[in-house]
């Protein structure tokens, strides 16, 4: 049985990511409320929930989340940017997630200071 569970968790959670894909092709902005939407946190918690029945768990997870979403809008600023100015996308991917990458170790740089464990 947990085989067959595992296989459905990942075929929904792909699933999701595919429908973001293939809405995207069609309307930019739909598929953008669509990826907005914290739609993997949102299967991560329900996953874990359905798992280990642990609130506390789930509780920390969503706080883990809430920090490190902050890092991760780096790559939003940088990516659309460097498109803008014709950088070539592959290059544009790579260095919006080099610096999401530095931004994330800033941010637990950050929180270690402030006292905040995740």
């Not at 490190?68 to 780096?74: F, H, K, R």
């Not at 939003?76 to 994330?104: D, E, G, H, Q």
């Given at each position: 049985m947990?085989?067959i569970?595992?296989?459905?968790?990942?075929?929904?959670?792909?699933?999701?990511?595919?429908?973001?894909?293939e809405?995207?092709?069609?309307?930019?902005?739909?598929?953008?409320?669509?990826a907005?939407?914290?739609?993997?946190?949102?299967?991560?918690?329900?996953?874990l929930y359905i798992?280990?029945?642990?609130?506390?768990?789930?509780?920390?997870?969503?706080?883990?989340?809430?920090?490190?979403?902050?890092?991760?809008?780096?790559f939003?600023?940088?990516?659309p940017?460097l498109l803008?100015?014709?950088f070539?996308?592959?290059?544009?991917l790579?260095?919006?997630s080099?610096?999401?990458?530095?931004?994330?170790?800033?941010?637990?740089?950050?929180?270690?200071?402030?006292?905040?464990?995740?």
């Amino acid at each position: 049985m947990n085989v067959i569970y595992t296989i459905v968790k990942v075929l929904l959670s792909s699933v999701v990511l595919v429908a973001v894909s293939e809405i995207s092709k069609r309307s930019t902005f739909v598929g953008s409320l669509l990826a907005s939407i914290p739609l993997v946190s949102l299967l991560a918690i329900v996953w874990l929930y359905i798992d280990t029945k642990d609130t506390a768990q789930i509780a920390s997870l969503s706080t883990g989340i809430f920090w490190l979403v902050i890092p991760s809008l780096v790559f939003f600023i940088v990516l659309p940017i460097l498109l803008k100015r014709s950088f070539n996308f592959w290059l544009s991917l790579a260095i919006s997630s080099a610096l999401t990458i530095i931004a994330y170790f800033i941010m637990l740089y950050i929180l270690k200071k402030s006292g905040i464990q995740l």
